[in-house]
Nanobody
Framework: QVQVVESGGGLVQAGDSLRLSCVVS????????MGWFRQAPGKERELVAA????????YYPDSVKGRFTISRDNAKNTVHLQMNSLKPEDTAVYSC????????????????????WGQGTQVTVSL
């Protein structure tokens, strides 16, 4: 059984930074391409960052590019999302997900391809 657990959310002010963490357990972490998603009230879930198994390829949508950074520590089964220059529109529940893929270089950008999901952590950015 694969478990995905996020941590690090909270209430911050606009312009602040926050670092989210996600630990995957149950199967070898290096099997998975990883992604961070967010869902704001009344909106669809969107991908905000993705990283390959190899830790060498990443993907960001334009809405967060230059502000968010995804990284992974394969020795600790952990993926992080560093969020800088936060804006009120970044307020959402942030979730981590794992996609078991054969390629070390694949970055998964399709939400429905992800196999395992965490429960999410709330990030609230105030003015």
């Amino acid at each position: 059984q694969v478990q995905v657990v996020e941590s690090g959310g909270g209430l911050v002010q606009a312009g602040d930074s926050l670092r989210l963490s996600c630990v995957v357990s149950g199967r070898p972490f290096t099997r998975y391409a990883m992604g961070w998603f967010r869902q704001a009230p009344g909106k669809e879930r969107e991908l905000v960052a993705a990283i390959s198994r190899s830790n060498t390829r990443t993907y960001y949508p334009d809405s967060v590019k230059g502000r968010f950074t995804i990284s992974r520590d394969n020795a600790k089964n952990t993926v992080h999302l560093q969020m800088n220059s936060l804006k009120p529109e970044d307020t959402a529940v942030y979730s981590c997900a794992a996609d078991e893929v054969p390629s070390f270089l694949q970055v998964t950008s399709t939400i429905t391809d992800y196999d395992y999901w965490g429960q999410g952590t709330q990030v609230t950015v105030s003015l």
